[in-house]
């Protein structure tokens, strides 16, 4: 009898350790093969893509020349980093939906502006200017509905006082149904012979410009608004204080005096979502040289 109870026993610890080793394993290595939280597909520069599957705490990669990685994540200071032990691939992720592989140091990218599917930032281009002695070399990003005049030239102070630039214009879609006028846009400006870049010299208007410091950038910040025959014009200018040629940013707003429509014809356009909007426009400009 005392046998029999001594044989149970031991059954009962035999499947004991069983089962913690069992869960142990489970917690441990299940992870393998759980399925991802997310995956998203990436579209690079030079046409190269990488597909990602993102699990708790790593990520599998597969690159569009045939390699595959699985990668654990690592502590970053923005967005998500992925790396092996030897550091030798790091894929990194932003908060925008663009993505980076980084091979033998995060300074080489072999895989660069990655561009997630359905992402905000697949929703927009890249414009590029390259520097000349009157020109400044600049990247800047704008949604693909706008409208790129990169002919454009500022007219205010007349024919032969002309401001070089570039224009990026609302889709009329964008002023459809509102008193938002089309031709409102943001626009990149220089002028070569200034000898101090600051606001007020791009606006006809007297005014006084405001220094503001955004994201480590130091702008002179000039405001002016007008009103003629029923039409409103607002223009925010951010020029960059230093930048060489001088360069700014301006916001160029038109729209029309909403009581001038009949009753329920048009609605007011949204102005604080507008200036969201160019915000994050100027924001991702990026002089070569400042």
């Known amino acids: 009898m005392n046998w ?5 026993f031991i059954g009962l610890f035999v499947l004991l350790v069983i089962a913690v080793g069992g869960y142990y394993l489970w917690n441990k290595l299940g992870s393998s093969n759980a399925a991802p939280i997310s995956s998203a597909t990436y579209t690079c520069d030079t046409g190269k893509t990488i597909q990602a599957s993102f699990y708790e705490k790593s990520v599998k990669i597969s690159l569009s020349d045939g390699r595959e990685y699985s990668l654990p994540q690592v502590v970053a200071s923005t967005g998500e980093r992925y790396t092996n032990a030897e550091q030798s691939i790091e894929f990194s992720t932003g908060d925008d939906g663009t993505a980076s592989i980084g091979e033998g140091s995060s300074d080489i990218q072999t895989y660069s502006n990655c561009v997630a599917a359905g992402s905000d930032a697949a929703q927009v281009n890249t414009y ?8 400044p070399g ?6 693909k509905s706008f409208t790129l005049n990169d002919s454009y030239a500022y007219d ?3 024919p032969k006082k002309l401001i070089s630039g570039v224009k990026f214009t609302i889709p009329e879609t964008m002023a459809t149904g509102t008193n938002l006028s089309d031709d409102t846009g943001v626009s990149v ?3 070569p012979n200034a000898k101090n870049c600051t606001g007020d010299i791009f606006i006809q208007a007297d005014v006084k410009p405001q220094s503001l410091t955004e994201n480590g950038v130091e702008y002179s910040v000039a405001t002016s608004s007008d009103a003629a025959a029923g039409n409103r014009y607002e223009e925010d200018v951010y020029a960059i204080v230093g930048s060489k040629p ?3 940013v301006r916001y160029f707003i038109h729209y029309g005096a909403i009581e001038n429509y009949p009753a329920g014809a048009v609605t007011a356009f949204d102005e604080p979502a507008l200036l969201a909007q160019f915000d994050k426009i100027r924001q991702s400009l990026v002089l070569a040289t400042q």
């Open 246 to 248: 001088c360069t700014a």
């Open 189 to 191: 400006e220089w002028l």
């Open 128 to 135: 590029t200017s390259q520097a000349a002695s009157s020109t």
């Open 138 to 143: 600049f990247t800047i990003k704008y949604p």
């Open 4 to 8: 029999n109870i001594r044989t149970i």
């Open 156 to 158: 205010a102070f007349g």
